[in-house]
Nanobody, 136 residues
Framework: QVQLVESGGGSVQAGGSLNLSCVAS???????????MGWFRQPPGKEREGVAT????????FYADSVKGRFTVSQDKDRNSLDLQMNSLKLGDTAMYYC??????????????????????????WGQGTQVTVSS
């Protein structure tokens, strides 16, 4: 089973930046070669929502409209991690952030759907979450 661990959350003022990191039990690069990966978040009083997703191998990335242009997802080969750089943070970004992964050795149409719809129910493996709090 794939096990994921997030880190890097904390408190920051609006307009500031944070970098989140996610590591996998068997190494992120081996996991990313066959798994779709993503970052999700759950704001206070709201349902869990997709933030960014990455195709197997990291060839394609997708972002929710609410974070497009501000957040960047990337792979760090030295630390063997999947990172989420968050810039220009807003009050609405306050949430518990989760790293997730799911098997993506599927038909291209299905993979595209998994990545673009960012439906949490389509992801099988989850980290414990890391809290991000943005204040004014």
């Amino acid at each position: 089973q794939v096990q994921l661990v997030e880190s890097g959350g904390g408190s920051v003022q609006a307009g500031g930046s944070l970098n989140l990191s996610c590591v996998a039990s068997d190494g992120w690069y081996s996991t990313s070669s066959t798994y779709c990966m993503g970052w999700f978040r759950q704001p206070p009083g709201k349902e869990r929502e997709g933030v960014a997703t990455v195709s197997p191998g990291g060839g394609m990335t997708f972002y929710a409209d609410s974070v497009k242009g501000r957040f960047t997802v990337s792979q760090d080969k030295d630390r063997n991690s999947l990172d989420l750089q968050m810039n220009s943070l807003k009050l609405g970004d306050t949430a518990m952030y989760y790293c997730a992964a799911t098997g993506c050795d599927v038909h291209p149409y299905m993979m595209d759907d998994i990545l673009t719809t960012m439906n949490p129910e389509r992801y099988a493996y989850w980290g414990q979450g890391t809290q991000v709090t943005v204040s004014s």
